[in-house]
């Protein structure tokens, strides 16, 4: 558990409600803008809140603790989820969110490091996360600290060749201190990911390279917990992987059955359509 320096606000909310609320604060900034990545958000959110609320070792106001583990985005658009989940950790005011996307905000539609306290990575150039990852982990293992690096990246990056060097490095290097997270939902810009670049058979592949790896639905709060702990004890030599299948825009089933869900667009009155609709399943 997160070793805070004091006890968060609503330290016993459950994980579930947590990651409602991340959906809550990205619809919110959706509506602000009136469209945005808020499939990639609401589809991610469970895993986000395992992240910071059962996996992460941060201390909230001080985002640049040398101690912390690193969370890098590597998918740089997907940072409207990101902010949900920076707010809820009390590392960005929540009262920043109506700013989410304006000029002069610290919340720019796509993540940028220089703008946002907690942001590690400037992750926009798709295929670069990995990569980066693996020098961080690298540093951090020379300075022999026990900091975990996290890199969130989608299915898409899968089809970048510089993610497969990264993955071969990290084996490489034996980086037991790196932990890939993918967010396999199956959607990319051009249409379904395994119809763009095929990757699977996917859990093999990461293993002939090297690596522990689980595949595991990441919006099964219980399953998406038990794999964070796993690759955090495993004694696998090297770097782990967790594959989280995913759907986008969950938690609102009308946008889940819209057939394009890579950057949507809602009708203005739809917002407070989708916020109702989140509101009826809010866990307890």
Not at 106 to 130: C, K, N, Q, V
């Amino acid at each position: 558990m997160n070793s805070h320096s004091h006890p968060m606000p609503g330290a016993n909310m459950s994980l579930e409600l947590r990651a409602w609320n991340i959906r809550r604060k990205a619809l919110l900034m959706g509506e602000v803008q009136g469209q945005g990545y808020i499939g990639q958000a609401l589809g991610i959110a469970d895993v986000l809140a395992a992240s910071y609320f059962h996996a992460l070792e941060y201390r909230p106001e001080d985002p640049e603790w040398e101690g912390r583990d690193r969370f890098l985005l590597s998918i740089g658009h997907y940072a409207i989820a990101l902010y949900a989940v920076l707010m809820e950790a009390g590392i960005l005011p929540e009262e920043e969110l109506e700013t989410y996307g304006m000029d002069d905000s610290r919340m720019p539609m796509s993540g940028m490091a220089s703008y946002t306290p907690g942001m590690e990575i400037t992750g926009g150039s798709l295929g670069h996360g990995l990569g980066i990852a693996v020098g961080m982990a690298m540093g951090l293992k020379r300075k022999g600290g026990g900091q975990f690096v996290y890199n969130l990246m989608s299915d898409g990056e899968l089809g970048e060749g510089s993610t497969w060097e990264a993955a071969m490095s990290g084996a490489h290097h034996r980086l037991d201190n790196l932990i890939c997270l993918v967010d396999f939902n199956d959607q990319q810009a051009d249409g379904k990911s395994t119809e763009t670049l095929c990757s699977e058979p996917l859990t093999q592949k990461w293993e002939a390279f090297g690596w522990h790896a689980q595949r595991v639905n990441g919006n099964d709060m219980q399953a998406v917990v038990a794999a964070f702990d796993t690759a955090r004890e495993s004694d696998h030599p090297g770097p782990r992987v967790i594959i989280f299948d995913t759907r986008m825009c969950k938690g609102v089933p009308f946008l889940e059955n819209r057939e394009i869900t890579h950057f949507v667009r809602v009708d203005a009155d739809e917002w407070g359509k989708a916020l109702d609709v989140l509101e009826e399943g809010k866990p307890a």
